[in-house]
């Protein structure tokens, strides 16, 4: 199981570039949405690779395989993350999903691009938009990401009324 | 404190609209106006404790599985005090 508020204190006070998407996300911005994981899209220029091994190394990062409960062990480096785009970590943590692209937003720029600033914990923390979780959840189109659309829709349109009066 | 039109528009939503949609399809409005009141780190909060508490419950639920199991296997092979004789 995540855990939350030190997961994100560690990544905001290492200076990761990293917006927060999926279920976390969902959950910031006011929807009911169980997840023990975190979402995050992170930038992939050479110091946030760096940056993003710094912090995690601690924490013992392991890939997430079926049948393996304790995770598979990788050679943790920036190296590691350039071969890759997506890595499902367990980490003593919890689990946190590193992801390179979001389908339906893009990379890295696209999702900051496509976010918004939350204060959380000391920091401002950037959080895909409730547009940017509406596009990300249709372009994925699974079953279980069409089921959340119903209410992030409703979110926005009260969100919308509440701007706008 | 949420504004008069957003109350409004979840106490009698418009027709068509998105929350009228989600009224239909299952979303509890009542939980999404509560949680709109919440700052994002107090809703974090709730998940964490959500999460913590039902990982608690899905450990015991394992273990009563466990200890339920364990009582099949002795009354099967004939435990003295609880089962039959195995042949």
């Known amino acids: 199981m995540i855990k939350l508020q030190q997961a994100i204190r560690l990544l905001a006070d290492s200076q990761v570039e990293f917006v927060i998407i ?19 899209c992170y930038g992939r220029g050479d110091k946030n690779l760096i940056q ?17 409960p304790q995770g598979v062990p990788l050679v943790w480096d920036e190296q590691t993350l350039r071969n890759g785009l997506n890595f499902t970590l367990i ?4 689990e946190i999903d590193l992801l ?45 990401d069409l089921l959340v659309l119903a209410e ?14 | 404190m949420m504004s008069k039109s957003v109350t409004k528009q979840l106490l009698h939503p418009q027709p068509g609209s998105a929350v009228a949609v989600a009224l239909e399809f ?22 964490q404790r959500a999460v913590d508490d039902l990982e608690e419950g899905r450990q015991q639920v394992t273990l009563t599985r466990q200890v339920r199991k364990n009582a099949g296997d002795q009354t099967s092979a004939g435990h003295p005090t609880t089962g039959r004789l195995s042949s």
């Open chain 1, 22 to 40: 999926g279920g976390i996300a969902i959950t910031l911005h006011g929807a009911s949405y169980l997840t023990s994981d975190l979402d995050l």
């Open chain 1, 52 to 68: 993003v091994v710094s912090a995690l190394k601690p924490y013992n990062p392991r890939l997430r395989v079926l049948g393996i």
């Open chain 1, 100 to 144: 390179g692209e979001i389908s339906g937003v893009g990379g890295f720029e696209e999702a900051l691009a496509a976010s918004v600033t939350v204060a959380l914990y000391g920091h401002e923390i950037h959080v895909l938009s409730i547009e940017g979780l509406i596009k990300s959840k249709r372009a994925a189109g699974r079953p279980k």
């Open chain 2, 26 to 47: 299952g979303i509890d409005l009542t939980l999404l106006s509560r949680r709109l009141l919440l700052t994002p780190e107090e809703r974090l909060e709730e998940l």
């Open chain 1, 152 to 165: 992030l829709e409703a979110l926005r349109e009260l969100l919308e009324e509440r701007d706008v009066k």
């Open chain 1, 91 to 94: 980490t003593d943590l919890g």
